[in-house]
């Protein structure tokens, strides 16, 4: 995902401003192929 990111957005002037787990709570993270993670990116 991150090469994804340098590639296009990053090297359009993007930056990324946060990033993490959607969730806090161990339950909702329980299975690594279905954790949602977020970024936040701004220009």
Do not use: H, S, V, W
């Amino acid at each position: 995902m991150m090469k994804l990111f340098d590639d296009t957005l990053l090297a359009d002037g993007f930056r990324i401003t946060d990033e993490g787990f959607m969730f806090d709570a161990p339950e909702l993270n329980n299975r690594k192929e279905t954790t949602q993670y977020y970024y936040i990116l701004e220009r």
